[in-house]
């Protein structure tokens, strides 16, 4: 259900993420709580303390009446291989 003039948002599938970026991504994502994200596109990468992705996902928020929005995700694999995330900007629509 969306609000009056609001975007429906519909589920996407099949983005191909790089096969690493795809590994670190789900392996930040898995470890949030009350939050789902499904990749929508891969956006590109930039070196800087290690390599940053900047990815397109589909945020769903785990309630009685599941909010769903378009973000930005920006995930850090360090050079010692560890993964984290940088920061989930949501997207106005």
Request: proline share 3%.
């Amino acid at each position: 259900m969306s609000l009056l003039g609001g975007w429906n948002l519909d589920e996407v599938k099949g983005c191909n993420l790089p096969q690493k970026v795809q590994s670190d991504f789900t392996a930040v994502t898995s470890e949030l709580v009350g939050a789902e994200y499904e990749p929508i596109a891969y956006l590109g990468s930039q070196v800087a303390n290690g390599t940053n992705y900047r990815i397109l996902a589909l945020q769903k928020i785990i309630t009685q009446n599941t909010e769903r929005k378009f973000v930005r995700m920006i995930i850090n694999e360090a050079p010692d291989g560890s993964v984290r995330l940088v920061s989930v900007s949501g997207l106005a629509l």
